[in-house]
């Protein structure tokens, strides 16, 4: 069995803490959303994840991954992602039948973010 990378980890974490959410949004949102939600997610991410490389390629922007070997702080920092995801699944318990489309978005975008983070490492180890 081979080791996950740090932003592999980082993604992985990130992602369950993004299905969480999106269970939790589901379960105290307003009716019809049990669809709306994980799609709303996967097409978020999938979306950031695809414009944001094509973005960067053309801007020619080369941005290293989120945590780096040489800087250990920056898998402390990296881990408020996968945080504040399972903590902003605590607001459709404490607001219920409210639309809460603009939290999933947001929170697939930092999965986005992640995911991106852990090809640029792999490409770069592989």
Known sequence: MSRLEPN???????????????????ANGPEGT???????????????????GLWSRRMKLNRPPMIHP?????AVWAS???????????IPVLFPDRDLG??????????????????KAARRDG
């Open 80 to 90: 408020l992602f996968p945080m504040l995801l399972l903590f902003g699944s605590i």
């Open 8 to 26: 592999q980890l980082l993604a992985l974490s990130t992602g369950f803490a993004l299905i969480v959410l999106v269970l939790s949004a589901v």
């Open 34 to 52: 049990v669809l709306r939600y994980p799609i709303l997610a996967v097409v978020c991410s999938l979306g950031y994840v695809v414009l944001n």
């Open 102 to 119: 603009l939290l999933v978005i947001v929170a697939a975008i930092w999965f986005g973010l992640t995911m991106e983070s852990a090809f």
């Open 70 to 74: 040489d800087a250990p702080g920056t």
